[in-house]
């Protein structure tokens, strides 16, 4: 029985930002099997789009929306003018990251040391708010270091809403800004789901949406009883059929018929749209969707083949059926 929808389905459930993860053709497989997921860009840092080149980080499937662009930076001018490049590109949402804690992005003074000044991120909050008619949206700790009281997630929170900020996805754990690799600090500080909760107790007229260690059914039926959205991060890229049961259960819509072998095959037909168009091998494609068979017999195999280098060149027609075993394959040369 589908869960009733909130006023907030716009981020009922959605995909986080993973690096080096959801880049557009990890995002076009996830939209195959899930139409209403919201989906988000890898970190793009105001740097890379105010002194790189914008169409390489930018540029996205149409098929992908709802997709948020996902920035990382401090500077408000700079958030702005990011902003509104992301507008333009026909983004939906632009979402600043106040979480990541690994050592680079400190260097840069964003990411999850952005907690520790709250008015600075309002400050970019307006800012971006100001240069775009779209969304603006935070992703943020429940504390940083050893801070583990709740009033400064509180008080965080009320700081950049004062500036317009109406939705904030909140990763229940504490960024340690010394000491732990970011891996380390997706498992070693605690999920306190608690601190996520009072938050939207105390701020009943915010749009709060849960991340970090979201792994079932039962754990989405029971946050989205208490909250507004989840977000689900590797479990949704290691596991990803798991996207196929959304939309029926969690958005109302029609039981989907579409099978792995349906979303393999389309992929394949992406993955030649890509080669055609853009002189890309199928190899960087093929990456995001190993855990399509995730559970099923064979899927140790069927990875082995998707994920074999030799079979570069091939047309990914053949890998497929190489993959399924199928007579009309003929196994790679060795090297």
């Known amino acids: 029985m589908p869960l009733p929808l909130s006023i907030a389905a716009g981020w009922r459930l959605s995909v986080a930002p993973m690096i080096d993860w959801t880049d557009r053709h990890c995002r076009y497989f996830h939209r195959l099997l899930s139409r209403h997921a919201r989906l988000y860009t890898e970190m793009i840092t105001t ?3 105010l002194h790189g080149d914008v169409a390489r980080h930018l540029r996205f499937n149409a098929q992908e929306h709802p997709v948020a662009l ?3 930076g401090s500077e408000p001018a700079d958030l702005a003018a990011c902003a509104r490049l992301g507008e333009q590109w026909g983004y939906d949402e632009i979402n600043l990251n106040c979480g ?3 050592e680079r992005v400190q260097r840069g003074a964003f990411g999850a040391c952005l907690m520790a000044e709250p008015q600075l991120v309002a400050d970019g909050v307006k800012a971006m708010r100001d240069a775009v008619s779209i969304p603006v949206t935070v992703k943020h700790r429940i504390g940083i270091d050893r801070v583990e009281r709740y009033e400064f997630v509180r008080d965080f929170v009320g700081t950049v809403a004062e500036a317009g900020c109406t939705t904030f996805i909140v990763h229940a754990r504490n960024a340690w800004l010394q000491g732990l690799s970011p891996k380390e600090n997706r498992e070693i500080p ?4 608690e ?3 009072r938050l939207k107790h105390d701020f009943p007229q915010l749009t709060i949406v849960i991340n970090g260690g979201l792994q079932s059914d039962e754990q989405l039926d029971r946050e989205l009883r208490l909250l507004d959205g989840a977000m689900i991060g590797r479990e949704a890229y290691h596991n990803p059929w798991w ?5 029926e259960r969690y958005f109302g819509a029609e039981p989907s018929m579409l099978t792995r072998e349906d979303v393999e095959a389309q992929m394949v037909d992406y993955m030649l ?3 055609a168009e853009e002189g890309q091998s199928w190899y960087g494609v093929a990456r995001h969707m190993l855990g ?3 559970g099923l017999p064979g899927a140790r195999r069927w990875r082995q083949v998707w994920s074999d280098h030799r079979l570069k060149a091939r047309d990914p027609r053949e890998v497929m059926a190489l993959a399924h075993g199928r007579d009309d394959a003929r196994e790679p040369v060795a090297a």
Not at 190 to 193: Q, W
Request: hydrophobic share 45%; proline share 7%; net charge positive.
């Open 47 to 49: 740097g890379a789009l």
């Open 70 to 72: 996902q920035l990382g």
């Open 100 to 102: 990541c804690p690994s």
């Open 190 to 193: 605690p999920l306190r789901y």
């Open 195 to 197: 601190l996520v909760h």
């Open 243 to 247: 996207l196929a049961s959304w939309d």
């Open 273 to 275: 749209r890509v080669m």
């Open 292 to 294: 399509l068979r995730h």
